[in-house]
């Protein structure tokens, strides 16, 4: 797939992610589009398109976040460095199970870390907000994670779809 | 699957790290103000077109009757905001004293600002607008909407925007007091993002459903007799050391447009 196509996705749904799925609130969440999008771009084999979005995505998001400066951008490169070092050395196979753990994993893993770090951040910045684990958070986090493996679904049989159009499309081994 | 650009060594890994450290150590020491600047302004404009864009699909989403009953509730709302400010009016008139040195203290001066973005946090109940330190805008500083009812405080402020949380929000609190009986005072805090509750009353106080809770002016840099929300339903136990309400917030967060922010030091 032409890296400019993942980028427009990218940019889209960090856009939505900041300014429209807030502002919707379905069932009361806040949907991060974002995170999806860069785990499927990341399992789609773009690691470093992945990587730098992250740190830029997380940047942006960390500018109109009201939790401590950092948070997540650290969150966003560590998942996508943690899930691509499990997915070459834990879940090496390429089934559709194998992208469902990761991006399951993924997600959670970001939210954690945003969590994490918006406590560590207060040790430097104080008047900041922190994320804490109370029971929404909880809910919130595993409905994420839900979401973002059934995208992984549509993102799957896009794969195969595209993988029989675009001979450089790297995932073609899912 | 084939990686498109190669993997990432240990050594670039430890390179981002170290490259993401020094941004957020730069951006604390105000070196990255000018780039944050640029950014923020550059996606300023989407924030204004996707809330104008989005209110009014809000609305008009409602049937015919959910919007009658919101023009209602909101007539309501109004009404109670009214009363309210008549009750306050009224008790300056009695407590003369106080209320002439309230008075002269309460010419407000605010910003009128735009709601740009909303939190991204799932547990998190803050918005942030378009106006900054630039504005006049500081930390701690009330906003409210039409009529005076506080909607939070500026917990964040940029030379461009602003973050309020929200008075809905677990982690807010305001020195609350009743307006029907000025000794019931009370902490409001928010209540899962939905609505207010107050607590802290002492079990010797009268409150009861339809009373309006206004800020004491205890709180720093909040005046006296801003609308926090009205009372549904107190409970009181046998034994407890204090008494609690639960409170209506008399704004919709999910309506939030304009908003003014206190520029003054009360």
Known sequence: MPRFILIGILVVALLASLFVTPHLQPLLLKPSLFLPALLLILLLGDTWLALRSAAVGGVVMDLFSAGPFGAYVFAYVTTVVVTRWVFRTKITNRSLLALLSLTGIGSILASLLVMVNSHLGRLIDPRALSVSPTSSWVAVTVTDAFRTMALAVLVYWMIRLFGRRYSSLTAHEF | MTL???????????????????????????????????????????????????????????????????????????????????????????????????????????????????????????????????????????????????????????????????????????????????????????????????????????????????????????????????????DRQTGALFQSASLRPLFQSNRLDVITILTTNQ
């Open chain 2, 4 to 234: 498109a650009a190669g993997p990432p060594q240990r050594r670039t890994i430890l390179t981002i790290g170290s490259t993401l450290v020094a941004i957020v150590l730069l951006h604390y020491l105000g070196v990255l103000r000018p780039l944050e600047r640029l950014a923020v302004q550059t996606l300023l404009p989407i924030g204004r077109w996707t809330t104008g864009w989005l209110s009014p699909v809000a609305e008009t989403r409602s049937s015919e009757t959910s919007a009658r009953m919101a023009i209602l509730e909101q007539r309501i709302a109004e009404l109670n905001v009214e009363n309210a400010q008549l009750q306050s009016a009224l008790e300056a008139a009695v407590e003369a004293d106080e209320q002439e040195r309230f008075l002269k203290t309460r010419q407000f001066e605010g910003v009128a600002a735009r709601l740009v973005a909303r939190s991204g946090d799932p547990t998190s109940e803050f918005v942030t607008v378009d106006r900054g330190t630039r504005a006049g805008i500081q930390i701690d500083a009330p906003a409210i909407v039409a009529g005076g009812v506080i909607i939070g405080r500026v917990i964040a402020v940029t030379d461009d925007i602003s973050r309020i949380l929200l008075s809905t929000d677990n982690r807010s609190s305001f020195a609350g007091v009743s307006l029907q009986s000025t000794t019931t005072q009370g902490l409001v805090s928010g209540a899962r993002g939905l609505s207010l509750s107050m607590g802290l009353i002492s079990q010797s106080e009268h409150i009861e459903a339809g009373d309006i809770i206004v800020t004491s002016g205890v709180d720093s840099g909040v005046p006296r007799g801003l609308v926090l929300g009205e009372v549904e339903r107190v």
